[in-house]
Nanobody, 121 residues
Framework: QVQLVESGGGSVQPGGSLRLSCVTS????????MAWFRQVPGKKREGLAT???????LYANSVEGRFTISKDNAKNTLYPEMNSLNPEDTAMYFC???????????????WGQGTQVTVSS
């Protein structure tokens, strides 16, 4: 079955960088759309970055210029490179996948369990 497993979360100081990973299995990774979301307790899940199977990408305004989404098709792994982190980036981060591209809308059919990112001094 489809599995998505995030890792790489942790604590980082403001201005720092972090690279998460989403290791996947059970589907054709190079043919599906993938995305990163985050959620803070009590708030809606926020779409951050997404990549289509053709390589097209889309970023939320909140992370444009700071986050870079990338795929390693050989490793079936999705990454975000996150730079210039600030306390407002503190959240649980999730990767998502689907045959259809839902852009930054949280309608993807498959989700990981999430990894916590905390930005504080």
């Amino acid at each position: 079955q489809v599995q998505l497993v995030e890792s790489g979360g942790g604590s980082v100081q403001p201005g720092g960088s972090l690279r998460l990973s989403c290791v996947t299995s059970g589907f054709s990774f190079d043919q599906w759309a993938m995305a990163w979301f985050r959620q803070v307790p009590g708030k809606k899940r926020e779409g951050l970055a997404t990549v289509h199977s053709d390589g097209s990408t889309l970023y939320a305004n909140s992370v444009e210029g700071r986050f870079t989404i990338s795929k390693d098709n050989a490793k079936n792994t999705l990454y975000p490179e996150m730079n210039s982190l600030n306390p407002e980036d503190t959240a649980m981060y999730f990767c998502a996948a689907d045959e259809l591209w839902y852009l930054l809308v949280p309608r993807y059919g498959h989700w990981g369990q999430g990894t916590q990112v905390t930005v504080s001094s």
